[in-house]
Antibody, heavy 118, light 110 residues
Framework: QVQLVQSGAEVKKSGSSVKVSCTVSGATLSTYVITWVRQAPGQGLEWMGRIIPHSGRADYSQKFQGRVTITADESTSAVYLELRRLTSEDTAVYFC???????????WGQGSPVTVSS | QAGLTQPPSVSRGLGQTATLTCTVNINTAGDQGPAWLQHRQGHPPKLLSYKNLNRPSGISERFSASMSGSTASLTITGLQPEDEADYYCSAWDSSLVAWVFGGGTKLTVL
């Protein structure tokens, strides 16, 4: 059974950075794409980027280019999302999701709330 | 306009059928249809359908997807209270090299 377990809630100051983790169990990390999606309060889902752990190749939404980095550590089956220069508009729940081969977004983490205060 | 466009809200009665639409105006490189996801309050999103393929394991046959021209549709039959949720379409944009989400449709089951 594939499970994605994310790190807990974070409260950050404007201008700082946050690093959210997503640990995959029940399957090999390297083979499948891991995606990060966020939902700000009252807003819809927003794709931030993805990584293919085996190659380390990451693609990012143009909106977050230069401010986001997605990395993977195959030894711990963890994927990380780092978002820098935080503003209040980055207050959101951050989700990781994994493909299944046939389907994108097949498995999801529980979500990691991030609150940015001034 | 470019992107994926969904109506903000749809309301139907218990037991009725709801059809949610998604107008696709991005470079999908001829893909057969977007992904559809259900997002209930307090839960992670759930994939319902992708490229008009068979439903992922565990997804009820009450959910079916189709596509006609640039309009994708998700039909939900026999509406249940637990179907009340936000529904999103999402497609891969080959030009942007990115997944794009529609704005979501809030489905209310009366």
């Amino acid at each position: 059974q594939v499970q994605l377990v994310q790190s807990g809630a974070e409260v950050k100051k404007s201008g700082s950075s946050v690093k959210v983790s997503c640990t995959v169990s029940g399957a090999t990390l390297s083979t499948y794409v891991i995606t990060w999606v966020r939902q700000a309060p009252g807003q819809g889902l927003e794709w931030m980027g993805r990584i293919i752990p085996h190659s380390g190749r990451a693609d990012y939404s143009q909106k977050f280019q230069g401010r986001v980095t997605i990395t993977a550590d195959e030894s711990t089956s963890a994927v990380y999302l780092e978002l820098r220069r935080l503003t209040s508009e980055d207050t959101a729940v951050y989700f990781c999701a994994r493909d299944s081969g046939s389907y994108p977004f097949a498995y999801w983490g529980q979500g990691s709330p991030v609150t940015v205060s001034s | 306009q470019a992107g994926l466009t969904q109506p903000p809200s749809v309301s139907r009665g218990l037991g009725q059928t709801a059809t949610l639409t998604c107008t696709v105006n991005i470079n999908t490189a001829g893909d057969q249809g977007p992904a559809w996801l259900q997002h209930r309050q307090g839960h992670p999103p759930k994939l319902l359908s992708y490229k008009n393929l068979n439903r992922p394991s565990g997804i009820s046959e009450r959910f079916s997807a189709s596509m006609s021209g640039s309009t994708a549709s998700l039909t939900i039959t026999g509406l249940q209270p637990e179907d009340e949720a936000d529904y999103y379409c999402s497609a891969w944009d080959s030009s942007l090299v990115a997944w794009v989400f529609g704005g979501g449709t809030k489905l209310t089951v009366l």
